[in-house]
């Protein structure tokens, strides 16, 4: 399939929370390309948002979905401990300590089929890969699809399984870690090192994640084989973001600086700014598998946005989330590929200037301008 729905290579990576309607329809409307997150979102749900993104934006987006991975076996007994574990939070926040809550049910399959339903241009999925049945009615509806891998025995599991592209997910990268066949700690792999090796793996089209905070970051994952930058944590402080006020100061304070690997929000790794609950709710005994330890802590989560309690959020970013800026998403949009313009000059003159050392004898190294150039400035179509 092609990327015709790719103008600029700037990607909105789904961000739960903060990739509201209005975010996603401004990043697309200035050029670039914006993924609605609906992970948590029912079918009705679903339907509902493609159809009011519809109404904002007349330029392509996608949708994404965790794949169904819920744990086969749960013992009951780890997860009343869990929840009595958050019991002393809930008390300082002022919020009743219930039984323990109900896991929302399992959506996926209707999640797949209002998806489906919706048509939007590309389906993106995280955690695993969907069955083969469900990529072919994607495929047989020209909808161009887009797995996340943080390895490239990942992305080559995805190519085997006939995915049109990959989010190469990097270690930098703020959010859940999209890792499903290797242990996390292996699949830790710096983004830049992964994307070049996923490129030559698979031959697929490779949207780089992962600690791309501005343009230079945006040049650099193009020179390296990417088609764009997937990025997440720099439209963090966009005025459409939908992110608490305590998150939004967070990331304006020299916390921004100290990102965690953690699993004490949702019981999934995930990278996020330090506070006291992922320094205090570090063992393993302490924190259920997802989605349980995601539906205990929702209540504390809820109400720490609600009284600008940041030491109970998930304050999800990369590391590059000191380079995050506060404006509207076009010109965060616009800021990046005029950054990403300016370093790619740079550096085309830069290997120019080394070729033109290397002498006639040594063709092979003479560099072309232009198509280095037309890699990068890719405008949006009218």
Request: include cysteine; proline fraction near 5%; hydrophobic fraction near 45%.
């Amino acid at each position: 399939m092609s990327l015709s729905f790719l103008d600029l290579p700037i990607v909105l990576a789904p961000m739960g929370g903060a990739s509201t309607l209005e975010l996603v329809a401004a990043v697309s409307n200035a050029g670039g390309f914006g993924i609605l997150p609906c992970a948590y979102s029912t079918p009705e749900q679903i339907t509902t948002q493609v159809s009011q993104l519809r109404r904002a934006t007349r330029r392509p987006f996608g949708v994404n979905l965790f794949v169904e991975s819920r744990p086969s076996v749960v013992d009951a007994h780890d997860v009343a401990r869990a929840h009595d574990r958050l019991r002393a939070y809930r008390e300082e926040l002022g919020i009743v300590h219930t039984p323990q809550p109900a896991v929302p049910p399992d959506h996926y399959r209707g999640q797949i089929d209002a998806v489906l339903k919706a048509r939007p241009d590309v389906f993106t999925f995280t955690f695993g890969i969907p069955d083969r049945d469900t990529l072919t009615r994607f495929r047989d509806l020209g909808i161009f699809t887009i797995g996340t891998a943080t390895t490239v025995d990942e992305a080559v599991a995805l190519a085997d399984a006939g995915v049109d592209g990959l989010f190469a997910q990097g270690s930098e990268a703020g959010a859940h870690r999209g890792t499903f066949l290797a242990p996390v700690e292996a699949s830790l792999i710096g983004t830049l090192a992964l994307v070049p090796q996923v490129v030559d793996a698979t031959h697929l089209p490779v949207f780089a994640a992962g600690g791309i905070g501005d343009g230079r970051a945006v040049a650099a994952v193009l020179a390296l084989g990417a088609v764009a930058a997937a990025i997440g944590t720099s439209f963090l402080l966009a005025a459409e973001s939908g992110i608490a006020v305590a998150y939004r100061n967070a990331l304006r304070s020299k916390r921004s600086t100290d990102t965690v690997l953690t699993r004490a929000f949702s019981g999934r790794t995930a990278r996020g700014m330090a506070n006291r609950l992922t320094q205090e709710l570090r063992d393993p005994d302490d924190i259920a598998p997802y989605p349980f330890q995601n539906a205990i802590t929702r209540d504390i989560r809820t109400a720490a946005g609600e009284q600008g309690r940041s030491d109970f959020l998930s304050l999800w970013a990369g590391q590059a989330a000191k380079l995050a800026k506060e404006a509207p998403a076009a010109d965060i949009v616009a800021e990046l590929m005029q950054e990403a313009q300016a370093r790619a000059e740079c550096v085309t003159e830069t290997l120019l200037a080394s070729s033109s050392l290397l002498g006639r004898k040594n063709r092979q190294y003479e560099l072309r301008k232009d198509p280095i150039r037309a890699i990068v400035f890719r405008r949006p179509s009218t």
